[in-house]
């Protein structure tokens, strides 16, 4: 059971982290999907999206899943990831983050993120793997 909705993040994100990557489409139980809209700032040449701007937007999709489950929490941080690069992420289309919580106990939420591009749900771009340190209680 998710204890934020989408909406109620967003607002809490807009407070606490507002330079954050892509917006919120739904959470659900241990999931979280972003979209990102690509504009020329996350453009590397070719025009490719840039690793670092996929690489950003992956991080927050897995906070956002981490959220919907455990509430406002802005101590909620990165502490291990790993992310390979499958293809290129073409400039000309929105990007799509899928976050999926693998284990989320007291102290440490693992999960990982699969990014597509919008012309292309099929192929992943990107995979990521990574865990969250969460405060104690």
Do not use: W
């Not at 998710?2 to 999931?31: C, H, K, W, Y």
């Not at 919907?68 to 291990?80: F, L």
């Not at 992310?83 to 919580?101: P, T, Y």
Request: charged share 20%.
């Amino acid at each position: 059971m998710t204890v934020m909705n989408a909406e109620q993040i967003e607002r809490f994100l807009d407070d606490v982290f507002p330079q954050r990557m892509g917006r919120i489409e739904s959470v659900d139980e241990m999931r979280a999907t972003m979209r990102l809209k690509i504009g020329h700032e996350h453009l590397r040449p070719g025009p490719r999206v840039s690793g670092p701007t996929m690489m950003g937007f992956a991080d927050v999709a897995l906070y956002v899943a981490i959220l919907a489950q455990i509430g406002p929490e802005p101590m909620a941080v990165t502490s291990d990831f790993n992310c390979h690069f499958l293809r290129a992420a073409s400039g000309d289309h929105d990007i799509i983050a899928h976050a999926k919580l693998i284990k989320l106990g007291r102290r440490l939420g693992v999960g990982e993120v699969q990014i597509y591009s919008a012309s292309d749900d099929i192929r992943p771009v990107v995979h990521v793997t990574a865990s969250y340190a969460l405060p104690a209680p």
